[in-house]
């Protein structure tokens, strides 16, 4: 559900959200910058300031960016991210005076707490009803998910014949990739608005859902299947929810327990460690969270623990400072380093035992380490990370932490995929004049072997494999879009499936099995 401007046109605005009821008084001095925004900013930024498609523009969430660098994004836009350039429509005095909007405070500072929280919770149908089986003919764990971002909906595919399962309606904008239970079965999406949906990908039902923030940022399910763990932008917290229903079980401010508070930049489950990870985009903290002892080997990332108690237990903070903040991060297969990057590039290793930055990385531009992936090259293990503002590639030795290789591009890159069976990694061309190109590597050469454009004129992103790695989907990224499959190996396309601008798509077996070649 998308924010709604029930009242415009005077000075003080009311938004109902749901159950939020914020008045958006201004100052008089920045009627002009409200009068802007709506026209420009608003469809994206939300009415209210809150966050739509783009996040929310309010002070407490602007705390890093100072006013003329707020005024060159405006006018220039801001790479790697959906923001255009204004410059062209927007004189300088109408540019500061959208800023002078920006950095005023709301009224009412916008809060969504616990008992809110708990009033939007949703039960769609009696699980009691529901089939535990899956109601189809299909391999349940080659299934993919398909996010449509063009009209908000997710089609559900089968890995084998490439036929679409079933195709469902969305909450607005999802963003960041669903996550799967253990098993498979269930499927939890994030919303930019806030919205946790859980869906039975064996019955084809939504079974639950609830509000978890204003404005949020992704979802991390436990790799015990229990716990939810939802990031929020607006505001400021960490939501714990438990799997089995979305029932809202603690409510966890982000703040340094000094008056300073965080937005969070991702929360990711490390299965080995029994515990989350939240980044944090305001404070030079990550925090991690366990939920449970770590399981014993690598073979029971994906079980239950016996013995576990019946409730997920309260989750407590470890917290670990760092040098810089982070805005996107990366683990190592053993969950035992977390690498990271700031916006300005600055790269940083933190060992998660020890709690500390052991390494500084040479990262230049703006590396996109979230989608990052590792293979084994002359017998180390390589991360390979596109770059936000760069055409390049960077490989990193994850011994030593040394950059290896740069590969040159057509242009920047927002995703990388490959998998284990596979010789080749792919990576996309997501901005500039080449942003229908699709370059493929090969993994042991470290060199583009081909460069696809599957349909001139239109932006080729994404890719994930199947479960067996012989074949990968990738999206064109257009309302009049499609997902073509390819043959790993001969790269030769095999079927063409229209699609409402497709994003990400999500294998069942790859994500529940943390795959090296695809994101967690
Ligand atoms: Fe994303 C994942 C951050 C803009 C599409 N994006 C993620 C994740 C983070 C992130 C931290 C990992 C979360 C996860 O998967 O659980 N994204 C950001 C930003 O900071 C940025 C640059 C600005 C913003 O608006 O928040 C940003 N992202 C975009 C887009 O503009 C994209 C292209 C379109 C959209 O949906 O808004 C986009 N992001 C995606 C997708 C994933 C994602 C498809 C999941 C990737 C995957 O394969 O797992």
């Not at 062209?88 to 005095?93: F, K, P, R, T, Y």
């Not at 946790?196 to 939504?206: A, E, M």
């Amino acid at each position: 559900m998308g924010p709604g401007l029930v009242s415009a046109g005077s000075a003080v605005l009311v938004v109902l959200l749901s159950g939020l009821s914020i008045p958006l008084e201004t100052r008089a001095d920045s009627q002009s910058g409200a009068a802007v925004y709506q026209a420009h900013c608003a469809s994206c930024h939300g009415a209210d300031r809150l966050g739509a498609m783009g996040p929310a523009l309010l002070p407490e969430n602007l705390s890093r960016v100072r006013r003329v660098q707020a005024g060159t994004s405006i006018a220039e836009g801001l790479p790697a991210t959906q923001m255009p350039a204004f410059g062209g429509q927007l004189s300088a005095d109408q540019i500061e005076a959208v800023v002078d909007f920006i950095y005023t405070p709301l009224v009412q500072t916008p809060h969504w707490v616990m008992e809110q929280i708990r009033a939007s919770h949703l039960t769609h149908v009696d699980t009691a009803t529901l089939s535990d089986r899956p109601l189809f003919e299909a391999d349940p764990l080659n299934l993919f998910l398909v996010v449509e971002l063009g009209d908000h909906h997710a089609t559900v595919l089968d890995g084998d014949r490439f036929e679409p399962l079933h195709r469902f309606k969305t909450r607005y904008a999802l963003h960041g990739g669903p996550k799967y239970s253990p098993d498979g079965r269930f499927v939890f999406l994030a919303s930019r608005d806030g919205w946790i949906s859980r869906f039975d990908l064996y019955n084809f039902k939504t079974t639950h859902e609830i509000r978890a923030g204003i404005n949020t940022r992704n979802l991390a399910v436990s790799a015990d299947g229990r716990t939810v763990l939802v990031g929020n932008y607006l505001p400021h917290t960490l939501v714990v929810l438990r799997a089995d229903d979305l029932a809202p079980l603690q409510l966890i401010p982000v703040t340094d327990g000094q008056g300073a508070s965080s937005r969070v930049s991702a929360v990711y489950a490390a299965p080995r460690r029994g515990s989350f990870i939240a980044a944090l985009k305001d404070l030079p903290e990550v925090w991690e969270l366990p939920y449970r002892p770590a399981p014993p080997g690598p073979d029971s990332v994906a079980s239950t623990l016996p013995g576990s108690p019946a409730e997920p237990a309260d989750l407590t903070v470890r917290r670990i400072a760092l040098d810089d903040y982070l805005d996107d991060f990366f683990f190592d297969p053993e969950y035992r380093h977390l690498i990271g990057a700031a916006r300005n590039g600055a790269g940083q290793v933190v060992d998660l035992d020890q709690g500390r930055v052991v390494a500084e990385l040479d990262l230049t531009g703006l590396p996109h380490l979230g989608s990052g992936i590792t293979w084994e090259w002359e017998g180390r293990q390589v991360l390979v990370t596109p770059n936000l503002k760069q055409g390049s590639l960077t490989v990193i030795d994850m011994e030593s932490w040394q950059v290896i290789k740069r590969i040159e591009t057509l242009g920047p890159g927002f995703f990388m995929r490959s998998h284990a069976a596979s010789r080749y990694a792919w990576s996309d061309v997501f901005f500039g004049p080449n942003r229908d190109a699709m370059h493929v590597i090969d993994k042991s050469t470290l060199e583009i072997v081909k460069t696809l454009r599957p349909e001139p004129g239109k932006t080729a992103a994404h890719v994930e494999f199947t479960r067996d790695g012989r074949y990968l989907l990738l999206s064109i990224w257009d309302p009049d879009g499609a997902v073509i499959v390819y043959d790993a190996d001969t790269l030769e396309e095999i079927k063409r499936l229209p699609m409402n601008k497709p994003s990400g798509k999500y294998n069942v077996w790859n994500k529940t099995r943390y795959e090296s070649g695809t994101s967690h």
